[in-house]
């Protein structure tokens, strides 16, 4: 079956660093692949996505390429802020056609410091 | 603009006690909609999903269950809650019958402690 693999974390950097959040996945056939932010207290919200390969998603300075060689979807943003603080999730869709769609990582705490 | 709205926002219930979680959709017709579980882990559990009007797909053997009585309207609910359902409950929407690479959309959850 489907399987997301993030790093595991907590991970916590300083303000200005950058940030790679690990995604590996396994999936049969072409499946779209997602980044999701959840904020404390909150719920999730889509960060960016990518439907197919080598398709770059980027938002908020976020950006994660789409690479099937490697079966990856890495995170990165060049210079995190405090406000970055929050859970990340990688997804990915199923190929079947089902709708119950999403599979997900087991998310990566991410801690900015001042 | 699609919107999705989730509540009670927290909800503390004793053991044994009914539930009722409410979640709609506007702004779109004929979504799928989802319930999810979030432990105090982080990881996500999806509960239920929905295709349409009375259309439930369980996924795990549990105390709780689902409707939908209205194209989108999706009902979380139990009979009996335990002391283990407690957690962070999230409903979700995405597009369908538009194929299987669309995101979902997430609304704000419910915080259930169970005494």
């Known amino acids: 079956g489907n399987s997301v693999t993030q790093m595991e974390g907590p991970v916590t950097l300083s303000e200005e660093a950058f940030l790679t959040i690990n995604c590996t996945y396994t999936a049969t056939g072409y499946p779209s692949l997602f980044w999701y932010v959840q904020y404390p207290g909150e719920g999730l919200q889509l960060l960016l996505k990518?439907?197919?390969?080598?398709d770059k998603g980027s938002n908020k300075g976020f950006e994660a390429t789409y690479r099937k060689e490697t079966t990856s979807f890495h995170l990165e943003k060049g210079s995190v802020q405090v406000s970055d603080s929050a859970v990340y999730f990688c997804a990915l869709s199923e190929t079947s056609g089902s709708a119950r769609q999403l599979t997900f990582g087991s998310g990566t705490q991410l801690t900015v410091l001042p | 603009s699609q919107t999705i709205h989730q509540w009670p926002a927290t909800l503390v219930q004793p053991v044994g006690s009914p539930l009722s979680l409410e979640c709609t959709v506007e702004g779109t017709s004929n979504p799928n909609l989802y319930w999810y579980r979030q432990a105090a882990g982080r990881g996500l559990q999806l509960l239920f999903y929905s295709v349409g009007i009375g259309q439930i797909s369980s996924e795990v053997p549990q105390n709780l269950s689902a409707s939908r009585p209205q194209d989108r309207q999706f009902i979380l609910s139990s009979k009996k809650l335990l002391l283990s359902d407690s957690g962070f409950y999230l409903c979700?929407?995405?597009?369908?019958?538009?194929?299987?690479?669309?995101?979902?959309?997430f609304g704000d959850g419910t915080r259930l402690s169970i005494l």
């Open positions: 979700a929407w995405s597009a369908g019958r538009t194929g299987n690479r669309q995101p979902q959309h």
């Open positions: 990518a439907t197919k390969a080598d």
